[in-house]
């Protein structure tokens, strides 16, 4: 699963390393387009986990028979959310044309997103899918996948971005079309190992069709909903920091978004320890023993912060070398060298606060680390963001000069903090009042 992950990101920051070697202008189009992308992906990705948790309570509880009718209709609730997301993102494209943006950057960052918006009903479906079978213990197939889909990523983006043999060079939007077409590809080869594979069978969810069924999906939405607005609570106060500090340049825009890239990379190891999480956690309670399943949380929490531990120290000590890997404009690398000591301050809280937030949807519980995950980054690191990065003039407490990305990943190191302390305390108190269960 982890190696799966990182070949995920790893399409990111092939994105970003190859357009920021093409240009700043390129880069900055694909940081823009990539951080409105980015909250939609994500708070998709979040709505689609309501499969986990259910499966893996089913495959607990031996009930394989019910996983079936539970994947259908998860997939038609990925193809309608997929849509609203398509559109979503395609108006959200509009919010370029009131930035003060270069209009080149401004065009090429609204192709970007109008191109990668026709991945979003199968990336909806993948995402169940990859759910279904993590939830199996089948990580393999999305492991294998995603590392044929990074090969193909980096030969569309070198064919593309730079017009090779003959093509046309499109530049930042030749990563938008690399994306779309390798989200297909993921869906596409996902069904296939499945259909061929042994392990599926006895729940094999494609085996004939069904309708829609409105009380299942509703259970879902109940579900996923809250996961969706956790993860877009998150998604948001990174992603919106590449526009709120568009108007200082495309240095800024640029160094925020390679900072950005490599912490998301360095982010799929705790998160995928998290999906593990929450799939042991799942199946435990599933089984009727929460002894284990609180066990197994804590021990999912102390792996990892203990990669917490040794991220952070690599972040601190090669700040310098992975800016430089992205770009060749040395203004934007000195800039993003600096974003990447925050990223180091907040690898202990970042990875607390997603190990915690797995665990607790294992129990299925979603709305507290919702509100939790809102108050953290809606109600301290956006408006201390905007403070010590913006410095509006009406703020009688405002910073001399704005901080502009600066301030804004210092908000974030706070905003981190207050989430980790408040999952953590309520995946002791979750998982201590199932205790007493398993005793009478």
Same mark, same amino acid.
């Not at 026709?118 to 999305?142: E, I």
């Not at 296939?192 to 069904?210: G, K, N, T």
């Given at each position: ?19 920021? *070697?093409?240009? #700043?202008?390129?880069?900055?189009? @694909? ?25 893996? *309570? ?55 997103? *109008? ?7 199968? =990336? ?33 983006? +070198? ?17 938008? +079309? ?28 494609? /085996? *004939? =069709? ?22 877009? #609570? ?11 500090? !568009? ?24 998160? /995928?320890?998290?999906? !593990? ?6 199946? #435990? ?5 929460? @002894? ?5 949380? +804590? ?6 912060? &203990? ?16 800016? /430089? ?85 210092? #908000? ?5 903090? @207050? &989430? !980790?302390?408040?999952?953590?305390? =309520? ?14």
């Amino acid at each position: 699963m982890l190696i799966g992950q990182l070949a995920t990101v790893g399409m990111a920051v092939a994105d970003v390393a190859m357009a920021g *070697h093409a240009s #700043a202008e390129d880069l900055a189009a @694909v940081s823009l387009g990539a951080s409105v992308w980015s909250i939609v992906i994500v708070t998709l990705m979040g709505v689609m986990m309501a499969v986990n948790p259910i499966v893996a *309570h089913h495959v607990g509880a031996g009930e394989h028979a019910r996983i079936p009718h539970v994947v259908r209709q998860a997939l038609w609730k990925a193809f309608g959310v997929g849509l609203l997301a398509m559109a979503a993102a395609n108006l959200s494209a509009l919010v370029f044309d009131h930035m003060q943006i270069e209009p080149a950057v401004r065009d090429m960052a609204k192709a970007f997103l *109008h191109v990668t918006s026709f991945a979003l009903p199968a =990336f909806a479906c993948y995402r169940v899918l990859y759910g279904y079978s993590a939830s199996l213990n089948q990580t393999k197939p999305m492991m294998v996948i995603a590392l044929g889909a990074l090969a193909l990523n980096v030969l569309l983006n +070198w064919l593309l971005i730079y017009g090779r043999f003959g093509l046309p060079k499109l530049g930042g939007v030749g990563c938008a +079309w690399a994306t779309l077409f390798c989200v297909w590809f993921n869906l596409i080869a996902l069904i296939a190992w499945m259909r061929r594979a042994p392990v599926y069978r006895s729940s094999w969810p494609l /085996s *004939h =069709f069904e309708p829609p069924h409105w009380p299942e999906i509703r259970q879902l939405l109940k579900v996923g909903l809250p996961i969706g607005v956790t993860y877009f #609570a998150e998604a948001s106060a990174f992603g919106l920091i590449a526009l709120l500090v !568009a108007k200082f340049g495309t240095a800024q825009v640029a160094a925020h978004q390679i900072a950005l890239n490599f912490s998301s990379l360095v982010f799929m190891v705790p998160l /995928s320890l998290g999906v !593990a999480m929450l799939t042991r956690v799942g199946h #435990a309670l599933g089984e009727g023993d929460p @002894v284990a399943a609180r066990f197994r949380s +804590w021990v999912g929490v102390g792996l990892s912060l &203990a990669f917490a531990t040794l991220s952070a120290s690599f972040i601190a000590l090669f700040n310098w070398q992975i800016a /430089s890997a992205y770009t060749s404009d040395g203004n934007v690398a000195a800039l993003a060298a600096q974003l990447l000591i925050f990223a180091a301050l907040f690898q202990l809280s970042d990875a607390t606060q997603v190990a915690t937030s797995c665990a607790i949807r294992g129990y299925k519980v979603t709305r507290p680390p919702m509100l939790i995950h809102l108050a953290a980054f809606w109600g301290f690191s956006l408006p201390l963001g905007c403070v010590l990065g913006l410095a509006p003039d009406w703020l009688p407490w405002r910073p001399v000069e704005a901080m502009a990305a600066k301030g804004f990943w210092i #908000a974030l190191v706070v905003g981190l903090t @207050v &989430a !980790a302390l408040g999952l953590s305390w =309520f995946l002791d108190r979750l998982s201590r009042s199932r205790l007493p269960r398993a005793s009478t």
